[in-house]
């Protein structure tokens, strides 16, 4: 089956730094989506991605898809960031999300 | 618009139990998928229901099982219960595309 790691494994951070989350898959997908899973355990989308570049305030992300990799941009960081980012993939012929393994990000203020 | 719900928020369970967990999904999605998160891993496919029928399976044993009820309602059982089921267990619904994930029920068995 399709692996997607994801690096760093964790991250810490000062408050209003900048920083670049990586997933890497394994297989052709039909989308990526990117995850902020909260300390109360819930998973808030972030973006749908299969390929290209898309912005949300300060979060960005990026997916080659020819090269099967995604990044994820923060800038400017907060202590509301801080928890776990997951990349998760949709293989063809299915409709369920492979997780990556997670980055673990701490803002301190 | 209430997303989606899961409950109970935790529960204990004794080795060898019982155990069934409550999804309602988004309203407007009909498309119900559970997921198993053991602590420091990510999410593991559990299965999917639509139209009351699984419609995919991850792969878990047949100690776990669901159930979609009409009203896209989503029950997850897991019998037997092992200390390795102890973990986060969430419910994703999706109409077409779009996933919107609860916040999970804790497991822990003892």
């Known amino acids: 089956g399709i692996q997607v790691e994801q690096s760093p494994p964790d991250l810490i951070l000062q408050e209003g730094a900048n920083s670049t989350l990586r997933c890497n898959f394994s297989d052709s997908v039909n989308n990526l989506q990117w995850f902020h899973q909260n300390p109360w355990g819930q998973l808030i989308n972030l973006f749908y991605?299969?390929?290209g570049t898309k912005q949300n305030g300060r979060l960005s992300a990026t997916t080659v898809a020819t090269e099967r990799y995604s990044l994820l941009y923060i800038s400017s960081s907060q202590t509301t960031d801080s928890g776990v980012y997951f990349c998760?993939?949709?293989?063809?012929?299915?409709?369920?999300?492979?997780f990556g393994t997670g980055t673990r990000l701490q803002v301190f203020p | 618009d209430a997303g989606v719900t899961q409950s109970p928020t935790h529960l204990i369970k004794t080795r060898g139990q019982q155990v069934t967990l409550r999804c309602s999904p988004k309203s407007g999605h009909d498309t119900v998928s559970w997921y198993q998160q053991a602590l420091g891993q990510g999410p593991q496919f559990i299965f999917q229901y639509y139209e009351e029928e699984e419609r995919q399976r991850g792969n878990f044993p047949d100690r776990f099982s669901g159930h979609q009820f009409p009203n896209y309602s989503s029950e997850l059982n897991v019998n037997a219960l092992l200390l390795g089921d102890s973990a986060l267990y969430l419910c994703a619904s999706s109409y077409n595309y779009g996933y919107t994930f609860g916040s999970g029920t804790r497991l822990t068995v003892v």
């Open positions: 991605i299969p390929s």
């Open positions: 998760a993939v949709d293989p063809p012929y299915t409709d369920k999300l492979i």
